[in-house]
């Protein structure tokens, strides 16, 4: 697959859709990275404030990161996957929004 491609929209909502898919179905560890094809993405949660949660897919093995939104607590969801360092990240996006 050329490289361009996997910046198109399109193609950003497959991969989206079929991480989240995976998720749904429960896996959290080894999936396939859309990126580098190797089975080394993991998912994070972070819970930056009530009411706000995100899930992230990180490769361990490359560059590839996605991240999303959630309103309520993410499907498997649990306290020993929320990465501090990730959960920092969030805090701080959410409060630069508020103030702009
Ligand atoms: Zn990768």
Known sequence: MPQEDSQSP???LIVRMSLLRMLESG???SI???QCHRHSVSVWF???QVNEYRTWFICTECSFEMRVQNSEKP???TED???ARL???DVD???KKRFS
Do not use: Q
């Open 46 to 48: 972070t819970h930056p």
């Open 10 to 12: 399109k193609n950003d």
């Open 27 to 29: 896996i959290l560890n």
């Open 87 to 89: 959960e920092t990240y």
């Open 75 to 77: 499907l498997h969801y």
């Open 81 to 83: 996957r929320v990465d």
């Open 32 to 34: 396939e990275c859309p």
């Open 93 to 95: 996006v959410l409060r």
